[in-house]
């Protein structure tokens, strides 16, 4: 079924049989960085092209609604630092978020910095269920010295990490698959989430998924009329989406709000895949479920 306006949306998760949908790729940020980050989006720039007019421009209050009201049950709101000191704050301000909100999954994460190691370990005492970082954005190696004992201490908990690590909008920082392949040739174990599917280097991280047990990739974008427009998802690589889906390796994202289209368009570009009921009720509930 089409799924047009976001009043569709629970109907289509209904239909599914599921009890709702869980998004592992929501952004609530403290007031004053989301109008900064909000401005970026508006006029483009080095990290962001051209830009794009954000669909959901909404007060915090109504923006947590309308989540609620699709029916998206858990949601994390990532936060990401683009330079030292900013790390630690972000992760107060995102677990004091997580107490008011029942449905945010309580969030975090870390740049290469002293006290890292420190500040990490305390998230994850402090009940985190899933970190991000933005390789491209806060332009640093996941290969650093300094953090190949986080990595090590995340990859014993077994705490994804959503690590946007393609160049997607734009090339930059130290994104593409080395990097992160050679993070999870060092800690196996480790459970990384590839944001945006990996976009435009989608064969590329499908190998890294496919390599790797605990790497997945989340769907953020992909498959909408915006992405498919710049970088298109390769028809040749639909069997295997549909296997990774199957294994637990794909989840739902969307980076509402900061989207310029109706979240259920990033929905209606899954249906219209036509891989099936059970990759959408895996892809959009079951893997997530088994992940946090």
Same mark, same amino acid.
């Not at 080095?46 to 947590?64: A, F, H, S, T």
């Given at each position: 079924?089409?799924?047009?306006?976001?009043?569709?949306?629970?109907?289509?998760?209904?239909?599914?049989?599921?009890?709702?949908?869980?998004?592992?790729?929501?952004?609530?940020?403290?007031?004053?960085?989301?109008?900064?980050?909000?401005?970026?989006?508006?006029?483009?720039?080095?990290?962001?092209?051209?830009?794009?007019?954000?669909?959901?421009?909404?007060?915090?209050?109504?923006?947590?609604?309308?989540?609620?009201?699709?029916?998206?049950?858990?949601?994390?709101?990532?936060?990401?630092?683009?330079?030292?000191?900013?790390?630690?704050?972000?992760?107060?301000?995102?677990?004091?978020?997580?107490?008011?909100?029942?449905?945010?999954?309580?969030?975090?994460?870390?740049?290469?910095?002293?006290?890292?190691?420190?500040?990490?370990?305390?998230?994850?005492?402090?009940?985190?269920?899933?970190?991000?970082?933005?390789?491209?954005?806060?332009?640093?190696? &996941?290969?650093?010295? =300094? *953090?190949? /004992?986080?990595?090590?201490? +995340?990859?014993? %908990? #077994?705490?994804?990490?959503?690590?946007?690590?393609?160049?997607?909008?734009?090339?930059?920082?130290?994104?593409?698959?080395?990097?992160?392949?050679?993070?999870?040739?060092?800690?196996?174990?480790?459970?990384?989430?590839?944001?945006?599917?990996?976009?435009?280097?989608?064969?590329?991280?499908?190998?890294?998924?496919?390599?790797?047990?605990?790497?997945?990739?989340?769907?953020?974008?992909?498959?909408?009329?915006?992405?498919?427009?710049?970088? &298109?998802?390769?028809? =040749? *690589?639909? /069997?295997?989406?549909?296997? +990774?889906?199957? %294994? #637990?390796?794909?989840?739902?994202?969307?980076?509402?709000?900061?989207?310029?289209?109706?979240?259920?368009?990033?929905?209606?570009?899954?249906?219209?895949?036509?891989?099936?009921?059970?990759?959408?009720?895996?892809?959009?509930?079951?893997?997530?479920?088994?992940?946090?």
């Amino acid at each position: 079924m089409a799924i047009e306006h976001d009043s569709a949306v629970r109907a289509w998760w209904q239909a599914l049989g599921l009890p709702g949908i869980i998004d592992l790729h929501v952004h609530f940020l403290p007031e004053r960085m989301e109008r900064r980050v909000w401005h970026h989006f508006d006029h483009g720039g080095p990290l962001m092209g051209g830009g794009w007019q954000i669909r959901y421009r909404l007060p915090v209050e109504e923006r947590v609604a309308l989540l609620a009201a699709m029916g998206v049950r858990a949601f994390p709101a990532l936060t990401y630092a683009h330079k030292p000191g900013m790390a630690a704050d972000l992760n107060s301000w995102a677990l004091d978020f997580a107490r008011k909100v029942p449905e945010c999954l309580p969030s975090a994460t870390f740049f290469p910095e002293p006290g890292v190691l420190g500040y990490v370990r305390q998230a994850l005492d402090d009940g985190v269920k899933i970190f991000k970082i933005h390789l491209q954005v806060g332009a640093f190696d &996941p290969r650093l010295p =300094e *953090l190949d /004992p986080v990595w090590g201490l +995340l990859a014993e %908990a #077994g705490t994804p990490v959503v690590v946007h690590a393609s160049s997607v909008p734009v090339p930059g920082g130290c994104v593409g698959v080395e990097p992160v392949a050679e993070v999870m040739r060092r800690h196996p174990h480790l459970r990384m989430v590839v944001a945006h599917l990996g976009m435009p280097e989608y064969e590329d991280f499908f190998a890294l998924a496919e390599r790797h047990e605990r790497v997945a990739l989340d769907t953020t974008m992909a498959f909408t009329d915006f992405a498919a427009l710049l970088m &298109p998802f390769p028809a =040749e *690589l639909r /069997p295997r989406l549909r296997e +990774l889906g199957l %294994a #637990g390796k794909v989840l739902l994202g969307s980076d509402f709000p900061t989207i310029p289209y109706a979240y259920a368009h990033q929905l209606d570009g899954l249906d219209r895949l036509d891989l099936g009921d059970d990759w959408l009720r895996a892809v959009c509930w079951e893997n997530a479920i088994r992940m946090i």
